[in-house]
Nanobody
């Protein structure tokens, strides 16, 4: 089965940037829609962005539109989340997961079930 491992988190000042990676193993990533999620302290899990298997379709939550960019490199079995203009409220554990099949090849959704969650990577935005 698919195993996902997040990396790239850390401590960053407000206004700074981080690039998160979601590396896949066990199965090729090319046929799977992938989503990024986060959960801050005392908060519910929030869907941030997803990308279709081909990379041709993306969705962003209003809270990160214009600041975060999702992309994928299927040849490297990796999905990325480029985060810019970070705010203290972005502090959370960030997770990636795959959309549970069946999923249309050209689509993704943040309102459908996800599986094969990674362990997460901590992002802390603070002065």
């Amino acid at each position: 089965q698919l195993r996902l491992v997040e990396s790239g988190g850390g401590l960053v000042q407000p206004g700074g940037s981080l690039r998160l990676s979601c590396a896949a193993s066990g199965l090729p990533l090319e046929n799977h829609a992938i989503g990024w999620f986060r959960q801050g302290p005392g908060k519910e899990r929030e869907g941030l962005s997803c990308i279709s298997s081909s990379g041709g379709s993306t969705i962003y939550a209003d809270s990160v539109k214009g600041r975060f960019t999702i992309s994928r490199d299927n040849a490297k079995n990796t999905v990325f989340l480029q985060m810019t203009s970070l705010k203290p409220e972005d502090t959370a554990v960030y997770y990636c997961a795959r959309s549970r099949p069946p999923v249309a090849l050209s689509a993704c959704s943040l309102t459908t079930p996800y599986i094969d969650w990674g362990q997460g990577t901590q992002v802390t935005v603070s002065s």
